[in-house]
């Protein structure tokens, strides 16, 4: 997984994140679900916990998995006494034991890996899953993407920093090559890379 998963990451993405946004982004997935508690619910790349959380608020059992242990700490602080939600660092190809009535994967957390693992994975997941069950995947789309691609892009998180991204994408391994520019309002700057497989609606069917 990219060290681009890091603070400085969640620092600049926090802002869009609101609360309000996760509670929304959760009633969606249980009104298309229509799934009651105390169901189990698996979020794989579940990052600081936040839609975690947001089902355990709920009433749903859930286990949140990650490799990030700066994230999965916040996650553990952020989960209120009483909840039903346990923080697992794992590589989400290899989940803990058990089965779920809806796995979650949101916001852009799967398709790290190469195409054989990334699908590897994907089987995984769906062998935890009962007849019945839901997997959600929320993905960067591929197709939209591809229609107006943007090789560099640069938006402002925040007063103090900038980021910028020069983006290619291979239409053939349908693979998005990003290399991300912090700069801050001081001069700090740091500097990342991540390779994300974009998938179309079709190939995701
Ligand atoms: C874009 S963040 C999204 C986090 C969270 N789902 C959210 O919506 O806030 C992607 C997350 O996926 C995690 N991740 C990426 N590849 C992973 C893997 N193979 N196993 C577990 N976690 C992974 C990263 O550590 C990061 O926390």
New binding site residues.
Partial sequence: ?SNY?GQEYLAAIEGI?TPERTAQEVAFILEQTRLAPPALVG??????G??AIEFARRGFVVVG????DE?LRLARAAAAQGLSVDFVK????NPPAGQFDLIV?????FG??DDASNARALGVWCGRIPPGGWLVLELWNRDMIAADFQPRRVWRPSEQLEVEERRRFDAVSNRLGIHYIYTYEDGRRAEYDIEVRLYGAAEIQ
Avoid: T
Wanted: charged share 15%; net charge negative.
């Fill in positions: 997984v998963f994140l979020d794989f790349g579940c990052g600081h936040r839609h998995v990650d490799v990030n994230y794992s590589d989400y190809a994967s949101l916001f852009g957390s790290f890996s």
